[in-house]
């Protein structure tokens, strides 16, 4: 039997659900950034199935350039990250205020 | 008995990601994620995608995981001292997201009665993700995105290099 088409979409939205709700409760810096992987990846999936279930390779090649900007945020943001532990030895999101008012 | 992999594959992959949220320790929040991208390429063989499915464990546990547990290790970072924070506002939001969630899911099951499309996969879906067909593409009908993202990894090297680097 084969898989419907909606329910690839059910676990995606699911996997995306799961990483925002990981965005807006944690707390540390790296581990809000592996959530936001989840969600590229989520929507990675996605785009996979589309892909497959209309017999279109545009799917697949958005997949593998979202797979090299993905590659591009983990360079700069860890970079980020280990800038802003230098200046305040914390990774922690809510001691990163200094453009709040 | 290929729905029962999927299944697995889905449950075994929402289980990670649940489980990643949920832990303190940032190594082990890593260590999950691993194992959800090795259930999210074996869904992605599933869907017939060769290519991207070795491209995922290659590029994201092989190159950007690693890179983050590098940067956990390298900070030596320890375990939050509480996952729920006392701002209440985010637990709401995050409830009012899961409860959406659910909705929607409910709509999507409510609907599976009428026969809909999607329920096979295309006919050409085995062609579709080889190496051969999405080189043609990425040659061919994408070739001016596919020489930007060289350009990007570029400004990616270089902006890296610059932030990381010690002011002296």
Redesign the interface.
Known sequence: ???????????S???F??????V?????A??V???I??ML?SV??AL??F????????G??L???A??????????G??????I??NKQT?DI?AMNILKW | M??LV?FFL?AF??TT??L??LQRS?LV??IY?IA??FA?AA??L????Q??AV??IV??TG??MV??IF??M??N?GD?AR???RIAI??W??LV??AG?LS??AY??S??GTP??????????ES??TVE??GG??FG??LL??EV?SL??L???L???V??K?KG
């Open positions: 039997m084969d898989i419907p088409l909606p329910y690839y979409l059910c676990l939205a699911a996997l659900v799961v990483g925002v709700a990981g807006l409760t944690r707390r540390n790296i581990v950034f592996m959530c992987e989840l990846n990675n999936l996979i199935a892909s497959s279930f209309l017999g279109s390779i545009t697949q090649a997949v593998f350039f797979m090299a900007v993905a590659a591009a945020e983990a360079a700069v860890l970079a980020i990250v280990i800038a532990y230098r990774v809510d | 290929e729905s999927f889905a992959a929402v990601a649940v990643m949220v940032p929040s890593a994620l959800n991208f999210l869904l992605y599933l869907l017939r995608a290519l991207l491209l995922q590029v994201y190159a950007i890179l983050v940067v956990i390298l900070l970072l939050e996952i729920h924070p985010r637990t939001v995050t997201l899961a969630f929607e899911i999507v099951f609907l599976a809909a499309e999607g329920t096979a996969l295309a006919g050409g879906a579709l993700g067909s999405m593409a990425l009908k994408f995105p596919f993202t990007l990894l400004a990616a090297i902006g890296a290099v932030l990381a010690k």
